[in-house]
Structures are given as C-alpha cells and as structure tokens.
C-alpha cells in the first residue's frame, strides 16, 4: 500500500487495539492509575466507562500486561453469557473442570475451592469483563455473588468491568442495585482534545516507523479532530484514508482536500450521499491498484 511511500514499517492506523502504539492520553493514564490503585487495595467492583472507539479494549489489554505478578487474570472479551455460560467461562478461565451437569452450587463451591487455593499460594483473582454492556441482568446478578466469596481479610475475586455507556444505563435497574452498590471505583474515559490529536498522530507514525518531515499539519488535524469529534478510533479511519489518498496523488503532506475526501468517505463523520461515498470509494480503490501494480514493477513480478 502506502509503506514504502511514507517509509513506514507497519500500517500505523490500524483498528486493532495494539499496545505498542499506546500513547498514554492523560484520560487513559489516570484510568490506568485508578485501576491499579483500586485492585492493589483489593476492591471488590471497579467500572471503566466510555464511547464507542475511545480506547476502552486498549486500556483492558494495558492492564493486563501491566499488572503485578501476584495477580491472577481471567479475562472475558465477550460477555454475551447467560449465567451457566457465564460461570462456565469464568471456571475455564481459572482452570476449573465442571461437568456437564454441574449444578450452580457445586460451581460456586468448586470456584471457592479454587480461589482458596489461589489465595493461600499470596496471590490475587482478578476477572476482567470487556464489551460488559452486553451483559444480561441475570449474569450481572451471578458476578454480584461471585464477589460474596471472600476471608476474613479480604475479596477472593475482584471484578474490573469495561463497557460503554449503556452499561451506566443497565446499571441503575433497581433489580441489580445490590451489585451498583458494591462499585467503589469507577472512571469515565473522555475523547482527545485538537492538541491532543496532533501529538497521538505524530506518536502512531513515529512507532510505525516514520522519521520524514510532517505529514499532518495543525490544520489538517483540526479538520480531523472536528469530523471525528477527537475518538480514536474514528481518527485512525481518517488518518488511514488521508495517507492512501496522499500516496495515491504521490504526495508527501496531507492536504485539506485529502481530509474532505476521507470525510465524505465516512459515514460515522457525517451523512453523505451514495452517490459521494461511491465516487470517493471507487478513487480508493483506484489508489490501491496502483499501489500493487507499483508492488508488481519493484519486484519484478510484472514487466516494465
């Protein structure tokens, strides 16, 4: 694609939530700094809240490279669960078998069983539950029980749930209050502001490889910071759509007009007509043709 234009090891505006390109937005170091806070103290219920694309499933993974040796995870990326699926998950996550026809109290006493053991070797449980607003009341409730499990001292289990803000929404149902109750820490996770914007997109270049001169301006970020309201996700959409079509003009800088194109290209920016969205996607297309007949010459693959 555009790799060898930019000079670039690696595509640096990805979706996947790669922690080699976190770049420690001041939102997501203070949720990093209450999370490792909450759990060392040994909370029971700790919530990260945030919209869609602000760097939720990031800041899970970070967490879970970067916590003490001591702690034991189990990690949940999809919790669309009823309670059994949910229990079961949770067991094959610490290594507990169940049967088949394991009841829910035989689980809960072959989980304690579990804990315990793990707790008398000095260390800690931490379950960490991604995408939770997909979660049923019903297995909100289970978690809430899951938290009973504890000593004399200190919870056996510590819940650490990541969800948009829908699971705010679930949450105030009177039904689960008991497990609303029972959060001591929690963090809403914000979107970047225009400066912000600028030095996130200079950071993912430079990790991907990039060391030439500037290739968004202050300007051009502004126009992305405004289309895309400053979520990360939506900017590496139109950073990623900004590079193929500057390489496809064989330019070095991105323009204005390469960010007008990438918006209208763009239906979580703005609503454009079928029409726009066509005509643009066609040039994108066109654009990568190029770029793998290009790939063809330089190897050797296609004649000259």
């Given at each position: ?10 595509l ?51 967490i ?23 229990r ?85 149902n ?35 490889g ?44 991105v ?50």
């Amino acid at each position: 694609m555009y790799l060898y234009h930019f000079g670039v090891r690696e595509l640096p505006f990805t979706l996947t939530p790669n922690t080699q390109y976190y770049y420690g937005l001041p939102c997501h170091k203070e949720a990093l700094e209450v999370l490792l806070h909450a759990l060392k103290a040994g909370e029971g219920f700790i919530k990260v809240t945030g919209e869609v694309g602000t760097g939720k499933t990031l800041i899970c993974r970070k967490i879970l490279n970067e916590l003490p040796d001591h702690f034991v995870t189990a990690y949940i990326p999809n919790p669309y669960l009823s309670p059994d699926e949910l229990r079961r998950a949770v067991a094959a996550e610490l290594s507990v078998e169940l049967s088949v026809h394991t009841d829910q109290q035989e689980f809960t006493h072959r989980i304690q069983e579990r804990l315990i053991e793990i707790h008398r070797g000095g260390n800690s449980v931490v379950l960490i539950i991604d995408e939770a607003q997909a979660l049923p009341l019903e297995s909100l409730e289970v978690l809430r029980l899951f938290t009973n499990l504890e000593t004399e001292s200190r919870k056996l289990l510590q819940v650490v749930l990541f969800g948009q803000p829908e699971l705010d929404e679930k949450l105030s149902n009177e039904e689960i209050r008991q497990l609303r109750q029972r959060i001591t820490f929690s963090y809403g996770l914000k979107k970047m502001n225009q400066d912000q914007l600028y030095f996130y997109i200079i950071h993912r270049l430079s990790v991907a490889g990039y060391n030439g001169n500037e290739v968004f301006s202050r300007k051009v970020c502004a126009m992305i910071h405004k289309a895309s309201g400053g979520t990360p996700r939506l900017v590496n959409v139109l950073c990623h759509k900004c590079l193929m079509l500057t390489y496809g003009k064989g330019k070095r800088k991105v323009e204005k007009a390469h960010v007008r194109l990438a918006i209208a290209d763009t239906d979580a920016c703005e609503p454009n007509s079928k029409k726009k969205r066509l005509s643009v996607m066609m040039l994108l297309l066109a654009f990568v043709l190029l770029s793998i007949l290009g790939v063809g010459y330089l190897t050797g693959v296609l004649p000259r």
